[in-house]
């Protein structure tokens, strides 16, 4: 984990149908992988609901405690997208349309109504810069230090390695692993004594179930990569010490 | 939305493994929907490191903010479960072994060796209430207003059931759905226009694409059955006015 503030994100989640169970965020997972290869750590996520007073407060108070900080969700066309006019709000910015954005979608609806809803997805805080979206038509955008992204997770795939010139890199972290074929609870000593000789390794350990018995994947990660397989080689033999017994 | 504390919730998920984007959190989606059930909103998810400093202060917060916290994740035997002994610094209380739990697990372990980590699956705040775990051997417990559950999906579905009567239920969320064969951007105006007339009921519009072509998923939400259904009929009716266009 990191301590200061550098290298450190936060990844703020808006949306209702993650809070009532409907849909299962799968953002997250895929922007923490991503920053991980890119030496920047998610220090927190947090799902909030699509009300204004919420976003604003929750972002005002991320966007000064990480490096980083990436929303999803909420700058589609309808009534309950207001994320950009939040971030907005929270930034003190006037929200209206940008105009490298509206054209943009001006051209994308030229064959279709180019409606109010679709307009609305060109309004942004002033002084936004664009995140393109080659395949869909909206454009997303960032501010500052607040990267503001779909909820729709193939165009959060599409959209996020265009940040990778803008971004800060950190030490990309090594995370390597290895699945023993027994409990948790037996080999949790041991692993523990690994744990106090390498106090800059991030050790973690994964029961599951599975027919035929119990495993845990033990994972350890760091960005010192020789150190990392060290710690892994004292891991395996650990586990074979278990095995055999 | 619920505005008062009462019927009120938040989701506190513990562990590195889900910020690094190793596990998709499934924990969220199970507990919210569960909780929409006996008509408790879950206001926000946060997700946190295993870090006492972090996971004290973090469900501090949130105990004083909401009727109730359900935290997963951290209360196995290995050096990274920190979760019971840092919930028991949250609340300024002894942290040692649980006598109930202990026999539990005494039991359970009495043909293999109950040894320090299994024993540590006994230690909980002092005056924690056990929260019974018939497949799996540890307990997990709550403590005033903080519910602490496992992170594996399959224990958390396995112990929820046991706080129907615990929990102080609201009024049951209904929750309705259409399914609309139109991008949302060409329904965004009628939607809003349902949406001003029905400011109870929280409409969502969750646009989806697949092979051959893109949907809309409208859900619509409120604890007024007729008027939700009420909703319904105008959505339904505002579909088939652009389907026929």
Not at 142 to 171: T, W
Request: net charge negative.
């Amino acid at each position: 984990m990191n301590f200061s503030k550098e290298f450190t994100s936060a990844i703020l989640i808006i949306g209702n149908e993650i809070l009532s169970g409907r849909t299962v965020d799968k953002n997250t997972s895929f922007i923490a992988k991503w920053l991980g290869e890119l030496g920047i750590s998610v220090e927190e996520v947090r799902v909030i609901p699509d009300k204004e007073s919420v976003i604003i407060n929750t972002l005002n108070e991320l966007r000064k405690k990480y490096q980083y900080v990436f929303t999803t969700g909420g700058i589609g066309p309808t009534h309950d997208d207001i994320t950009s006019e939040s971030v907005a709000k929270a930034f003190e910015k006037k929200y209206d349309y940008n105009k490298e954005a509206y054209a943009i979608l001006e051209k994308y609806y030229a064959n279709s109504d180019f409606n109010e809803g679709r307009k609305k997805m060109a309004k942004m805080p002033e002084g936004a810069n664009l995140i393109y979206n080659e395949q869909g038509s909206a454009p997303a955008f960032y501010i500052e230090n607040v990267f503001v992204l779909p909820g729709i997770p193939a165009y959060v795939e599409l959209m996020l390695p265009q940040l990778k010139k803008i971004l800060v890199s950190g030490k990309k972290i090594i995370s390597v692993s290895c699945d023993a074929k027994l409990r948790e609870s037996s080999i949790a000593l041991d692993l523990s004594n690994i744990q106090d000789r390498y106090p800059d390794i991030d050790i973690g350990s994964y029961p599951y179930s599975q027919e035929g018995g119990f495993g845990t994947v033990l994972v350890m990660r760091a960005v010192d990569e020789a150190k990392v397989l060290r710690c892994k080689e004292e891991v395996e033999e650990m586990i074979r010490k278990h095995t055999s017994n």
